[in-house]
């Protein structure tokens, strides 16, 4: 993890400004290289010159290597660091420069690299200072491409070529000053492509992948950690004061895949009017809400009996929020999964309901808990991941919302339970003693399962089975027809009730 880690901030500190410390251009250049260290990126220079209050760098390499073996290397022709006489130093750097991966051969693969080039013509780069010792990178591009030369694997160059590209950048880092800098970020563009084509040497099958998204912004803040450049602990670091949060989002986004040959021909048009998601790992919390909004995707395929296969999501969200360290005292969680109007194509709901009988609503599927939770080992930690143990206890889970909705039917539910670990628990050693419960309705349930039989779907003993069920755990409400209620409680000794009743079992 730690690795993936510094390889990312290390990319990504080559791909966009890096943050200076100072405002000369020797301080500057001394930011660059304490930055570098940070991230486990060997910087080395050819030539230097200063004039005046102009340092100019030439041959400048970098290197990183990760402990995989996975090496990232480069060289800039020349890096300029200009003073203005106003407090700034602007930085230029050539409008292009190689950039190569490579690897020894992981996983019983042969040995791949792939060499590309990083140009971003016309852009900005300029440093100042901030409060408390810090300073400030604002940076602007046109556009900024990474585009692929080459892709090897074995030594033999592999048929395939690409490129992503950024238009309209603009950002602004800050970096505080001291062992333990706060750092910022803000980054916005106007839009990314990417596209890539290549043949498959084994089969001779053709790929053709393109992808876009518009108006892309994030912003970010944290701590960083005085063993950040030293330790591959991340819950050392966040002992020690480690902390990143962030959001980001985008518009419209469009996704195309085809293929042919590979061995069967296959073709995928998706797209979604929207993405947005946050993050934050600290002392305190791990939280990750990810969600995009307006799916839409059409499919076709040689393997795929019909002509095409067509569907949408209206939303996609997931949301966990967890204790990141362990605690005395029960902290709040929750976890969220959402799907919302989920749709297919008639050529999907024709296999099975040529007739049209079955509505053809849009599913949903909703699932979002809150509560209480104790973590009990440090969760970055790898010996607890490997632990058999449990990680955290959940003293309080609140059902907050549950929607399932099908074919026409709807199924709701809300409720809640605490959980006992001084007690004995009724379900094996080791296990709390529950209470609570959760109250449940379903609407048009027993329309769909006569529309199941019928359709010769469901057999009509399982169908009589179903009822049988329905009829211990739930009441008719009084409030119209094919609606039903059902209490579920949860005793501290195990027993289970149905709207008072005591389950048999």
Request: charged share 20%; aromatic share 6%; glycine share 14%.
């Amino acid at each position: 993890m730690r690795t993936a880690m510094l390889a990312g901030a290390s990319a990504a500190a080559l791909l966009s400004p890096p943050t200076a410390l100072a405002l000369t251009p020797e301080e500057a250049w001394q930011s660059w290289q304490d930055a570098a260290e940070e991230a486990g990126v060997a910087l080395t220079v050819a030539e230097r010159d200063t004039s005046g209050d102009t340092l100019t760098l030439t041959g400048v390499a970098y290197a990183l290597e990760a402990d995989d073996g996975t090496t990232m290397t480069g060289t800039m022709d020349e890096v300029v660091f200009a003073g203005q006489g106003d407090g700034t130093v602007v930085v230029t750097l050539p409008e292009s420069y190689p950039l190569t991966l490579s690897d020894p051969g992981l996983d019983g693969m042969p040995p791949g690299s792939a060499a590309m080039t990083i140009s971003h013509p016309g852009m900005s780069l300029v440093m100042s200072d901030t409060d408390g010792g810090g300073t400030a990178t604002d940076y602007a591009a046109p556009e900024i491409a990474v585009t692929l030369v080459e892709v090897a694997e074995g030594g033999t160059a592999q048929d395939i070529s690409g490129s992503v590209t950024l238009t309209g950048v603009e950002g602004r880092n800050t970096r505080g000053g001291g062992d333990m800098p706060a750092v910022e970020g803000d980054f916005a563009a106007a839009g990314i492509a990417a596209a890539f084509v290549g043949t498959d040497p084994d089969t001779g099958g053709t790929f053709d992948f393109s992808m876009s998204a518009a108006d892309v912004s994030s912003t970010s803040s944290g701590t960083l950690s005085t063993l950040y450049a030293a330790s591959d602990d991340l819950g050392a670091m966040i002992e020690d004061g480690f902390a990143v949060r962030g959001e980001g989002g985008s518009g419209p986004v469009a996704l195309t895949l085809v293929t042919e040959g590979m061995p069967e021909s296959f073709s995928l048009d998706a797209g979604m009017t929207g993405t947005s998601g946050t993050f934050r790992i600290d002392g305190e919390r791990m939280e990750y809400d990810f969600g995009f909004e307006g799916t839409t995707f059409t499919a076709l395929g040689s393997e795929i009996p019909f002509p095409q296969v067509t569907g949408g999501l209206g939303a996609l969200r997931t949301l966990i929020s967890v204790p990141s360290t362990p605690t005395d005292e029960a902290q709040p969680m929750d976890l969220t999964v959402a799907l919302r109007d989920l749709t297919l194509g008639e050529e999907i709901w024709s296999i099975f309901d040529p007739a049209g009988q079955l509505p053809r609503d849009p599913a949903t599927l909703v699932v979002d808990l809150g509560g209480q939770m104790r973590m009990l080992t440090d969760m970055f930690s790898e010996d607890a991941m490997m632990s058999a143990e449990a990680p955290a206890e959940v003293i309080a889970l609140d059902i907050e919302e549950l929607r399932l909705a099908l074919a026409g039917a709807l199924l709701t539910g809300e409720g809640g339970f605490t959980f006992d670990y001084d007690a004995p628990g009724p379900f094996g050693p080791g296990s709390p003693a529950p209470d609570g419960g959760v109250n449940l309705r379903l609407e048009g349930g027993q329309g769909l399962l006569e529309t199941l039989v019928g359709m010769g779907l469901l057999p009509e003993e399982q169908a009589m089975m179903v009822r049988m069920m329905t009829g211990m755990v739930a009441r008719p409400a009084p409030e119209g027809d094919d609606v039903l209620l059902s209490d579920i409680t949860v005793q501290p000794d195990g027993t289970v009730l149905a709207n008072g009743a005591p389950l048999p079992f």
